[in-house]
């Protein structure tokens, strides 16, 4: 069974920067894409960032491209979210989730498990 523990969220000023990990196992010799999605207040969740098993290919909202930068490290099965030049819209909880590869990443992405949240405030 894939668990996901995300980790790093906290509350910044709009403008800074924060290193979100989401820590995976599980994964039992298995290939699994990875994505990072969140949910604000009165929002639906939404995607924001992918990354296929290779970590070759990524794939990213418009709303957070060139500002967000997603990558893995397979060897220590964790998932990244470098996120720069913060604003006031990206206040939200961030959830990491895996899906089997090969995947469809962007919206058509299918989680087959999702971690419990941290939550990134950010204020002006």
């Known amino acids: 069974q894939v668990q996901l523990v995300e980790s790093g969220g906290g509350s910044v000023q709009a403008g800074e920067s924060l290193r979100l990990s989401c820590a995976a196992s599980?994964?039992?010799?298995?290939?699994?894409?990875m994505a990072w999605f969140r949910q604000a207040p009165g929002k639906e969740r939404e995607g924001v960032a992918w990354?296929?098993?290779?970590?070759?290919?990524?794939h990213y909202a418009d709303s957070v491209k060139d500002r967000f930068t997603i990558s893995r490290d397979k060897g220590a099965n964790t998932l990244y979210l470098e996120m720069n030049s913060l604003k006031l819209e990206d206040t939200a909880i961030y959830y990491c989730?895996?899906?089997?590869?090969?995947?469809?990443?962007?919206?058509?992405?299918?989680?087959?498990?999702w971690g419990q949240g941290t939550q990134v405030t950010v204020s002006s």
């Open positions: 989730a895996a899906a089997l590869s090969p995947c469809i990443v962007g919206s058509s992405f299918t989680p087959n498990a």
């Open positions: 990354i296929t098993a290779s970590g070759l290919s990524t």
């Open positions: 599980g994964f039992a010799g298995l290939q699994y894409c």
